[in-house]
């Protein structure tokens, strides 16, 4: 995988939102795992990570919401959530994220994910719903009985039933998870991208690494995976979460 194009590109991203502070270092936490790197290398990984945690304390508000620019007024749901999963995961690699910086956002995701009901206005809410769900569950501190109540209802979108098997594989419950995941048909679009700044991709991304999680068909698993390397090998342009929820999966899957 020529991937070192795609990561030049992140790290040198200009502009500092929430979720492309974000981004620039998710990509970067499993590179370990299917590149070598000397010494150096690992250094400059471990300071560009290192200094993401330092910063998206910055972007925390007094109600442990987090804003879309430093000083800002405007919170994103998703790039909220999107920035606890870097987090959580960081954490689970050894990194120090502060506990009463990682609790507060959890705490306020948590209370976000049992009053959450559905919005026929907003039919997108439901994939954000279910990222919530599924970030709290990998962060040890799942809402069972909110998990429980989303999956009894129906649900519009592909990746929102993606997102909630991954939570249900999370806390163990794989047969569950199984059955939620549902059959895409080729070319299918999968969420609403405007409300979860996502892609095909990204979404695909999703999706393969739940598959993991589900103990999926290795055969179908290693078909995404070398879908995801022919995208991150071509000249296709990516945007900054596109990009670095690819390089995700390649490094768990590695």
Not at 115 to 133: K, S, V
Not at 140 to 167: C, H, I, W
Not at 169 to 185: E, F, H, S
Request: include cysteine; hydrophobic fraction near 35%.
């Amino acid at each position: 995988v020529d991937l070192f194009s795609r990561l030049d590109h992140l790290v040198s991203y200009p502009h500092g939102s929430l979720e492309q502070t974000t981004s620039k270092a998710f990509s970067q936490l499993y590179l370990n795992y299917f590149i070598q790197q000397d010494e150096k290398d690992k250094a400059t990984v471990k300071y560009n990570i290192e200094s993401a945690i330092t910063a998206l304390k910055s972007y925390q508000r007094p109600d442990n919401s987090m804003t879309n620019w430093v000083g800002g007024t405007y919170s994103d749901p998703w790039t909220e959530i999107y920035a606890l999963h870097f987090l959580v995961e960081a954490q689970k690699q050894g990194y120090n994220v502060p506990r009463y910086f990682i609790d507060g956002l959890k705490k306020y995701q948590s209370n976000k994910a049992k009053q959450w009901r559905a919005n026929p206005d907003f039919m997108q809410g439901e994939t954000i719903q279910a990222y919530r769900l599924f970030v709290l569950a990998l962060a040890d501190a799942a809402e069972t009985g909110a998990m429980n109540r989303f999956k009894g209802q129906e649900m519009v979108y592909p990746l929102s039933k993606v997102l909630t098997a991954a939570a249900f594989a999370q806390t163990g419950k794989t047969t569950i998870a199984r059955n939620l995941m549902p059959v895409i048909d080729e070319n299918e679009i999968m969420s609403d991208y405007y409300s979860s700044l996502g892609s095909t991709t990204r979404d695909l991304a999703i999706m393969t690494y739940t598959q993991m999680l589900c103990d999926a068909d290795e055969r179908e698993v290693k078909e995404n995976i070398d879908n995801i390397c022919g995208i991150i090998n071509s000249s296709r342009w990516l945007d900054t979460q596109s990009t670095a929820f690819a390089l995700f999966v390649l490094g768990k899957y590695a």
